[in-house]
């Protein structure tokens, strides 16, 4: 599957998205850290809603291009059949 040059774009944002989710649940874990697990939990989970905002961003933005190729796929398969129907009624036109 070839990807267009928004796509390759997209999955590397994605990565970098997945990255930040790491990086900011990370870094304010530990920052609160000292202060109990369950606060370093909570402040982990709001560290990396801000990355996990752009991962989804970027998946919706993925999905619509893979929507896009699937239904040009669908319109030239349509297409041809239309074709080989017009044919077939020709064909059959002419035997009457």
């Known amino acids: 599957m070839r990807q267009t040059l928004a796509e390759t774009i997209i999955s590397f944002l994605l990565g970098a998205a997945w990255a930040l989710v ?3 649940a990370a870094f304010l874990f530990w920052s609160f850290f000292p202060f109990g697990i369950v606060i370093a939990l909570m402040a982990a989970l709001v560290g990396s809603l801000f990355g ?10 993925a999905l619509q291009f893979e929507k896009m ?11 041809s059949i239309k074709v080989s129907l017009e044919s077939f009624d020709d064909a059959a036109l002419r035997d009457h």
């Open 22 to 24: 790491l990086l900011g």
């Open 52 to 61: 996990l905002l752009f991962v989804v961003l970027l998946e919706v933005a």
């Open 69 to 79: 190729r699937e239904l040009r796929r669908q319109t030239k398969i349509l297409e």
